[in-house]
T-cell receptor, first 112, second 115 residues
Framework: AQTVTQSQPEMSVQEAETVTLSCTYD???????LFWYKQPPSRQMILVIR??????QNATENRFSVNFQKAAKSFSLKISDSQLGDAAMYFC?????????FGKGTSLLVTP | DAGVIQSPRHEVTEMGQEVTLRCKPI?????LFWYRQTMMRGLELLIY????????DSGMPEDRFSAKMPNASFSTLKIQPSEPRDSAVYFC?????????????FGPGTRLLVL
């Protein structure tokens, strides 16, 4: 089974600073997809970023970027210039070929 | 596009009652997923459909749960009879065909409380 591990239950960052959320996964596949989703207090699941494993280039979306280390099976999310609206649960997810496997999530607190 | 639509947004019911959750996927998407989120178990896949056909229902907890997708624009998840341990947030998600088929778009969720 492809497992996804988020080892940081909670993280804190000051406004305007940078924070990195960790994610590791386990798979024997060579081609797959990885995602980060954000879940604010409204509970809505919002797609943040997507990475295709065959692409060596790290995906970026504005202030959000990933550090994809395929050999290490690591997929961390970097949030630059953190804003109060970034406070949320962040879930890492692995596309298993037909559906997503999610990690347990990291709760991000943003302080003024 | 309106996004994935779920109803109701909140449901409070008593143990033993039937509960029906509804989902309208994004137009043109051909895959639909039902997830359940609890504090203890996180996000769990319950069942998913491709082209209205159930593909994998191994995540459905027990026979009290059933799901249908009678057409491309509507799906239901039914719990009968409901139990307090079914209290959770239930999400519906859909994904398109083609190059982006791995990318799922979620609805706002239905928060279910069974008393």
């Amino acid at each position: 089974a492809q497992t996804v591990t988020q080892s940081q239950p909670e993280m804190s960052v000051q406004e305007a600073e940078t924070v990195t959320l960790s994610c590791t996964y386990d798979t024997s596949e060579s081609d797959y997809y990885l995602f980060w989703y954000k879940q604010p207090p409204s509970r809505q699941m919002i797609l943040v970023i997507r990475q295709e494993a065959y692409k060596q280039q790290n995906a970026t979306e504005n202030r959000f970027s990933v550090n994809f280390q395929k050999a290490a099976k690591s997929f961390s999310l970097k949030i630059s210039d953190s804003q109060l609206g970034d406070a949320a649960m962040y879930f890492c997810a692995y596309w298993r070929g037909d559906a997503l496997n999610f990690g347990k999530g990291t709760s991000l607190l943003v302080t003024p | 596009d309106a996004g994935v639509i779920q109803s109701p947004r909140h449901e409070v019911t008593e143990m033993g009652q039937e509960v029906t959750l509804r989902c309208k996927p994004i137009s043109g998407h051909n895959s639909l997923f039902w997830y359940r989120q609890t504090m203890m178990r996180g996000l769990e896949l319950l069942i998913y459909f491709n082209n209205n056909v159930p593909i994998d229902d191994s995540g459905m907890p027990e026979d009290r749960f059933s799901a249908k997708m009678p057409n491309a624009s509507f799906s239901t998840l039914k719990i009968q009879p409901s139990e307090p341990r079914d209290s959770a947030v239930y999400f519906c998600a859909s994904s398109p065909r083609g190059r982006e088929k791995e990318t799922q778009y979620f609805g706002p969720g239905t928060r279910l409380l069974v008393l």
